[in-house]
């Protein structure tokens, strides 16, 4: 009898660790599946191509400026809760935790590069600018009908300076 009930106790605790397990796996699936993040390489995809089509689909007068930034904001965000969420978690390996930490400072380094550039751009005189920065090309759009030639080699100029990248490896797109 008492042996009976000692494997009844095992089976039942195994059986709960075996649904505590599967409730676990499925909460980590769909908090990994709840993500929805536009990554920096398909955003510079989509922004090149609608800078190649001349399509912006956004109306004039710099709502594109600030949906991009508003979209940049979000993915910056969910990227910076991942990172967190990976160097939070108490499971994860320490070689993952440091990646993770990394990548962090890198995404801070990287934000506040931005900001400086397009800031350094609208104290040039420019209503408007947005940097963006992949695979060691830098992409510049300004807000301006047109820019001269001596406006693009400012803008040039700037950029590589701050961004620390061969002024043949920078983009100045005009969109007004």
């Given at each position: ?18 649904v505590t397990a599967w409730v676990i ?7 990994q599946t709840s993500y929805d993040v ?17 399509d912006w689909g956004y109306d004039e ?116």
């Open positions: 009898m008492k042996r009976s009930k000692k494997t009844l106790w095992i089976a039942l605790l195994l059986l709960l660790a075996g796996s499925g909460l980590e699936r769909e908090r536009l990554l920096d390489d398909e955003l510079q995809e989509v922004l090149t191509g609608m800078a190649e089509d001349g007068g710099g709502a594109f400026f600030i949906e991009y930034r508003l979209q940049r904001d979000r993915v910056r965000a969910q990227e910076m809760e991942m990172l967190e969420d990976i160097i939070n978690n108490p499971n994860a390996s320490a070689a993952a935790k440091e990646e993770a930490e990394n990548m962090l400072i890198e995404l801070v380094k990287l934000m506040e590069q931005e900001l400086l550039i397009e800031n350094m751009i609208k104290a040039q005189g420019y209503e408007d600018a947005i940097f963006f920065y992949r695979n060691r090309i830098a992409t510049v759009m300004v807000k301006k009908q047109e820019l001269s030639e001596r406006e693009f080699v400012q803008i040039t100029e700037t950029v590589a300076g701050v961004a620390g990248v061969d002024k043949e490896e920078i983009q100045v797109i005009s969109r007004y």
